[in-house]
């Protein structure tokens, strides 16, 4: 198949018109990588090339591509209620898929509010949060707290929350009064596998926030479980329970943001249950609905809901916030045709059990020379090369060599993430790391 007949079908011969997102424009333009089809566990290039999907596309396609089921559900919605106001008005599938999301929520997590996108729900968290202190009489507390190498989206909001250079270093108007903890890299736990042993002090950075500025100024703490986006950095042990502790201590909101880690990529629903510490917020969005239809989601605890609800007069509306697309329908019977493959198929068991295998493949990775570090949980890893000397340029070469001997897999920096669907076998597994093998041995 050559790149003609794909995008004739769409009247177009140039590639010019769309300027595409986080990716060299330029670069791209002239050597164009066009997927024409997806199904299972791979996609097609428009040269006819089969890639395998080692990153489930962005985190998100955890139930494989080209689910019929979802097709179906979106299709039988759009014919039935193509679309019906956001505001003031319900139809039936938002209400389904919020008590679907609450089931398999920790207690007491039993609100859902819908976005487009994880960052949506970032700002749409942020938003939260302010109006629940303003609700409970604690509008000072004006400071929000977020981590070196966070990635929480591209709005300001996220802008404001985020730890990656790149991300934010061209932009810069962004929320003020936001300090960041420290990292949890650290080079003596390269190669450590799981939670390491090591670095839960990293949290008491959150003490001294607090013993700076006041706790009673401290707004919301913002955490990845999981820093996904900057390659996979796994908490240390007793790293979450300790900002736990310290937010419970200064009435400080605990956000986890599990855009990534949500639905089941710890083997867990999320990574809240996987690790066992209850944050008080969580935003998802990714698989939620399979990568099919955009959609995001923000989980509140039942003290925030109704705090925040309870706060205004019967009859107001009590949050002055929303989207013409919170839970389009579309999105909504998206959403619900995944949670019954999930079930059906017991997916988030499946990555569970997949998980060692997973995790031994990549660690078995470790004697190639180029490799810096590797790390990972349940069915993330990252894989981190030594830089060439500019940081990142040979993560962007990476990419596109893998993808020509086919693998999709998603570089940050100079770290490739591996993140397969919960359907993969471990055939799938070995062919990642075949290919992993193959490529860069040659560097
Ligand atoms: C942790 C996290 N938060 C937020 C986002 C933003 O999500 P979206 O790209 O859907 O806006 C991402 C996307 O990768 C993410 O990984």
Request: glycine content about 10%; hydrophobic content about 45%.
């Amino acid at each position: 198949m050559n790149l003609a007949e794909p995008l004739q079908k769409f009247a177009t011969n140039s590639l010019e018109a769309h300027w595409m997102p986080f990716s060299g424009n330029r670069d791209f333009k002239a050597n164009p990588r066009i997927v024409v089809k997806s199904k299972g566990m791979y996609l097609w290039d428009h040269k006819g090339g089969k890639i395998l999907d080692g990153t489930s596309s962005l985190f998100n396609v955890a139930a494989g591509h080209g689910r019929s089921e979802i097709a179906k559900a979106v299709h039988a919605q759009m014919l039935q209620n193509d679309y019906s106001p956001a505001f003031q008005v319900g139809h039936p599938g938002s209400f389904a898929l919020a008590a679907k999301v609450s089931q398999i929520l920790p207690e007491p997590f039993n609100h859902v509010f819908f976005t487009n996108s994880g960052s949506e729900a970032i700002d749409t968290a942020l938003k939260m949060v302010m109006a629940y202190h303003r609700a409970r009489g604690q509008a000072q507390r004006i400071r929000f707290v977020s981590r070196e190498r966070a990635y929480h989206g591209v709005n300001i909001g996220g802008v404001s929350l985020s730890g990656m250079v790149k991300n934010r270093e061209a932009f810069p108007v962004t929320m003020p009064n936001i300090v960041m903890l420290r990292h949890t890299f650290d080079a003596d736990r390269r190669f450590e596998r799981g939670q390491s042993e090591r670095g839960a002090e990293l949290a008491d950075d959150l003490q001294r926030f607090v013993e700076t500025y006041g706790g009673a100024t401290i707004a919301a703490v913002f955490v990845e479980p999981v820093a996904g986006s900057t390659g996979a950095l796994v908490p240390p042990k007793g790293y979450l329970e300790r900002l736990r502790a310290i937010c419970d201590a200064n009435g400080i909101v605990l956000v986890f943001d599990e855009v990534i880690t949500g639905f089941g990529r710890l083997g867990k629903p999320f990574a809240a249950q996987a690790y066992g510490v209850m944050p008080d917020i969580i935003t998802m969005a990714k698989a939620l609905t399979n990568g099919a239809i955009p959609m995001g989601a923000v989980a509140a605890c039942d003290e925030i809901y109704e705090t925040v609800t309870n706060a205004a007069p019967e009859n107001a509306i009590e949050f002055f916030h929303g989207y013409t697309y919170s839970a389009h329908p579309a999105a909504c019977a998206a959403g619900l045709a995944t949670f019954d493959i999930f079930e059906r198929e017991g997916l988030f068991e499946k990555a569970a059990v997949l998980s060692d295998y997973f995790l031994d493949a990549v660690w078995s990775l470790k004697d190639i020379e180029c490799i810096y570090d590797l790390r990972g949980d349940g069915l993330i890893a990252g894989i981190e090369v030594h830089h060439d000397g500019e940081p990142g340029r040979r993560g962007q070469e990476l990419q596109k060599r893998f993808f020509w001997e086919g693998l999709h897999v998603k570089f940050t920096g100079d770290t490739g993430i591996l993140a397969p669907p919960f359907i993969a076998e471990r055939t799938h597994v070995d062919e990642m790391i075949d290919i992993m093998r193959r490529v860069l041995t040659t560097l």
